[in-house]
């Protein structure tokens, strides 16, 4: 059997690859950084929504499964150039540090994932010009190392805000869709800071709180149990002030329909999620067909979410949308499976 | 017990016509509309709900308050874009026609709303065409409200306004956002920026923005009779619309004697040219 190639090393892509080594498939995992486990690893996520689980639980396991497999064949700092179709499976060029390979491969698995939004691009909240406002990217490293200290002046802030929906349910940007997370990862990291540090004031700034299914459990004790301060509206524009020293957020408060203007120390972007640069590349490698999003679209989503249509090719994570972890390694272990059926047929 | 004996006092002494009023009438306070009133607001609805412009406009709306937000005359006034969408969706003719007597006037039409909005609405158009309705139908709410302005609205049917690219100072844009005034107060709005908000025809005649020619003046009160907004007008302000007719209509006539001046002075010119040529 010739091998089948996952693309992607991120939670989808760490599960396809090792359900696919214990089913005894060979396979190459490609991953365009020089290290495996995707955007957790790579922007240090803290705890895991909604449990409060180091994501090292979760992270750990999967990387257990693909290092030292003789199986896999792991493939970091590598990039897919080129794929053709052929009797079965595709005949793919591999680059890696300018030098291309070809391989034949039985299957392929595109678990490419997300990036996270640029916040830079809602201008009108400063990020990347005011030290003090963040995004996900920048506050799940400082939890993860526990030092909540303001950039500008490292001293620990008393008032932080969440701002929920940056680069998410918003046409101005071009990204209407829910990236899923936001609520409960905000809703997490205002937890994890009113737990470590009960003096600091948090509050987050909604128009609609999304924890569903089970997830409604840490949105309720956010309140009940950590005083987490919730207001429906959003902020429209943030601007210094007391002399620079701090942030002035400006938005309305919907609920009782008035402006409101509040200082913060600091003040948290829910950055949404965007099909990655490697989603995009590998749409016009395969000429795949993507949705208006941007995102891959499984030919029936609700029947095989990883299924393609495109015979020999699967789908897993997020390169088909926002997803959770979790999601992300189920859809990888029916994509492994998929593709080894399809391999061995 | 009898059942009327559960209802509040009140309710037992209402008259029978005070009965079929909506209740909503008598808890917010609103005044009592007379049956003429509340056939105009009808017609208004049912105008504001045909008009294409309103599907146009109005797209939907996730209470987020961002228009709110930037919106200048919320900070000054009981007003909000958001409450106006809000309105421009009910399917209550009363809602809409509380709106129309004072509150659509505080919007500076801005169009801050518009750019902020994550859903696309128009809301600033929306609110325009709630005001052409309630100048077409002559409400005197909106007579009363525009009374004072008619020195603007003269100069602006007669002469037109320009911004000139001078007046554009980022203190008065702080919507602008951060990158735009700057945390240093300094002028930092890139050309991009700049482009988006001011069109660049009017960046580049910074000095000759204020000089309207007689020409386009005129061409622009001829629009305002074709389009049919001087009959608007005239049905809310007769006197001001005659009074506007009567300072074009003299215009009109200075720029044709200046035309025949003109065309006479230059066929003089070309006289002896022609006589050279031919």
Not at chain 1, 203 to 215: F, K, S
Not at chain 1, 292 to 309: A, H, K, M, Q
């Amino acid at each position: 059997m010739n091998p089948v190639l996952v693309l992607g090393g991120g939670p989808a892509g760490l599960s396809a690859a090792g359900e696919l080594a214990s089913l005894g498939a060979p396979t190459i995992l490609v991953e365009r950084e020089g290290y495996l486990g995707g955007n957790p690893k790579r922007w240090h996520y803290s705890l895991l929504a909604p449990d409060l689980r180091p994501t090292e639980e979760v992270m750990d396991p999967l990387l257990g499964k693909i290092e030292g497999n003789s199986r896999i064949e792991l493939r970091l700092s590598t990039t897919l150039a080129k794929a053709e179709p052929v009797e079965k499976g595709y005949r793919v060029t591999l680059r890696s540090a300018g030098a291309l390979e070809e391989r034949d491969v039985s299957s392929v698995i595109v678990a490419t994932g997300f990036d996270h939004f640029d916040s830079r691009r809602k201008f009108e909240y400063g990020y990347g010009r005011y030290p003090d406002v963040l995004d996900f990217k920048e506050i799940e490293i400082m939890l993860h190392e526990d030092r909540v200290l303001r950039p500008s002046d490292g001293k620990p802030p008393k008032r932080m805000a969440w701002i929920l929906c940056v680069g998410s349910r918003d046409v101005q940007v071009g990204n209407p869709w829910c990236c899923r997370m936001g609520c409960v990862v905000s809703i997490k990291q205002a937890v994890e800071v009113r737990r470590k540090h009960p003096e600091i004031d948090a509050y987050v700034y909604y128009m609609d709180i999304r924890t569903y299914g089970l997830w409604e459990d840490l949105y309720w004790k956010s309140m009940q149990e950590y005083g987490v301060k919730f207001v429906r509206g959003r902020i429209g524009q943030i601007t210094l002030a007391e002399g620079g020293s701090r942030l002035m957020a400006t938005g309305e408060d919907t609920i009782l329909s008035r402006p409101t203007e509040v200082p913060f120390d600091m003040i948290i972007l829910a950055s949404g999620m965007e099909p990655s640069a490697g989603t995009k590349e590998v749409a016009t490698l395969f000429g795949l067909s993507v949705g208006p999003e941007g995102f891959l679209t499984p030919r029936i989503s609700d029947l095989n979410p990883v299924d393609s249509g495109v015979p020999g090719l699967f789908f897993a994570g997020a390169a088909t949308g926002p997803k959770a972890i979790p999601d992300a390694i189920t859809e990888g272990m029916g994509a492994a499976l998929r593709a080894f059926q399809y391999a061995r047929d | 017990m009898s059942v009327v004996a559960h209802l509040p006092r009140r309710a037992q002494s209402l008259t029978e016509e005070e009965a079929e009023s909506p209740p909503a009438m008598e808890l917010t306070g609103r005044h009592r509309m007379s049956e003429d009133e509340r056939t105009v607001a009808a017609t208004i609805f049912d105008e504001f709900h045909a008009d294409p412009r309103y599907r146009e406009f109005v797209l939907g709306c996730l209470n987020c308050g961002e228009c709110t937000t930037g919106c200048p005359a919320a900070r000054f006034y009981d007003f909000s874009p958001r409450e106006m969408l809000q309105i421009a969706a009910t399917g209550d003719a009363t809602t809409l026609w509380d709106a129309l007597q004072e509150k659509i006037w505080a919007c500076c039409q801005c169009y801050t709303c518009n750019m902020r909005c994550r859903f696309g609405n128009d809301i600033a158009g929306i609110i325009s065409v709630m005001r052409e309705l309630s100048v077409i139908h002559g409400l005197e709410s909106t007579r009363r409200t525009l009374a004072p302005f008619g020195r603007s609205l003269t100069l602006l049917m007669t002469v037109g306004t320009q911004v000139s690219s001078d007046m554009i100072q980022p203190d008065f844009f702080r919507d602008w956002g951060p990158f735009a005034t700057g945390s240093d107060q300094v002028w930092q709005v890139t050309p991009e920026v700049m482009r988006k908000a001011i069109p660049l025809d009017v960046l580049q005649t910074t000095r000759s923005s204020w000089e309207v020619s007689v020409q386009t003046s005129l061409e622009l009160f001829r629009i305002y009779e074709e389009t049919g907004v001087l009959d608007m007008l005239r049905g809310l302000d007769p006197d001001l619309t005659e009074m506007l007719v009567d300072i074009v209509e003299e215009r009109r006539e200075e720029f044709a004697e200046a035309r025949e001046r003109f065309s006479s002075e230059l066929a003089g010119q070309r006289g002896p040219v022609a006589t050279f040529t031919g």
